[in-house]
């Protein structure tokens, strides 16, 4: 499963921010799909995570503030709102199938006080 993140930016505190990942398969035939982001020095973390067989998950950190969507076609969607200085770093699309792992290029959001 190849995917392409975008809507990445800078922004400043309190704005928002769309992201999109575009799977090459389709959402459907994929276990898990998710958003996860890593800021400088610190290691990658879980932010929101979506299935259809469990529904949407979130870091309690974005709870209330990000939403995560599908199109139930090849694509998830980040909405972040109310952004945070400490919302910053690189934010990865994954996707997981068949036990397997698979990671987009990455996307960068920086948000600034």
């Known amino acids: 499963v190849q995917l392409q993140a975008s809507g990445g930016g800078s922004v400043q505190a309190g704005g928002s921010l769309k992201l999109a990942c575009v799977a090459s398969a389709s959402v459907r035939s994929i276990d898990v799909m998710g958003w996860y982001r890593q800021a400088p020095g610190k290691q990658r973390e879980l932010v929101a995570t979506?299935?259809?067989?469990?529904?949407t998950n979130y870091a309690d950190s974005v709870k209330g503030r990000f939403t995560i969507s599908s199109d139930n076609d090849d694509a998830i969607y980040l909405q972040m709102n109310s952004l945070k200085s400490e919302d910053t770093g690189v934010y990865y699309c994954?996707?997981?199938?068949?036990?397997?792992?698979?990671w987009g290029q990455g996307t960068q959001v920086t948000v600034s006080s």
């Open positions: 979506i299935s259809r067989r469990i529904g």
């Open positions: 994954n996707a997981k199938r068949n036990r397997l792992n698979y």
